[in-house]
């Protein structure tokens, strides 16, 4: 299984990015979905997180402003940042509970981060 995340880059205070993960491989079910980001000199926190049914979660500081949402058909999960604050830039990365085609088990895997830098 890979997890392709998409949609990075530099942006000015106030603005806005839709990241993208597309996951693909033998994938007979995915679970939970989400996003984590990290900071230099920080530890990776949890963004963001979608059930397969479209429960949501977000840490405090990000609520209001990011939305995870996706598309099933499409083993896609996307973030939707808006009003972005210079402490949001991090390397975000996204992650998807799996299950193989053939397996009963459900297995976490990581996409590769993206870099979001906010400033002016």
């Known amino acids: 299984v890979q997890l392709q995340a998409s949609g990075g880059g530099l942006v000015q205070p106030g603005g806005s990015l839709r990241l993208s993960c597309a996951a693909s491989g033998s994938i007979f079910s995915i679970d939970f979905m989400g996003w984590s980001r990290q900071a230099p000199g920080k530890q990776r926190e949890l963004v963001a997180a979608?059930?397969?049914?479209?429960?949501?979660n977000y840490v405090d500081s990000v609520k209001g402003r990011f939305t995870i949402s996706r598309d099933n058909a499409k083993n896609t999960v996307y973030l939707q940042m808006n009003n972005l604050k210079p402490e949001d830039t991090a390397v975000y990365y996204c992650?998807?509970?799996?299950?193989?085609?053939?397996?009963?088990?459900?297995?976490?895997?990581w996409g590769q981060g993206t870099l979001v830098t906010v400033s002016s």
């Open positions: 992650n998807a509970i799996v299950r193989l085609d053939n397996s009963p088990y459900y297995t976490n895997y």
């Open positions: 979608i059930t397969t049914g479209g429960s949501t």
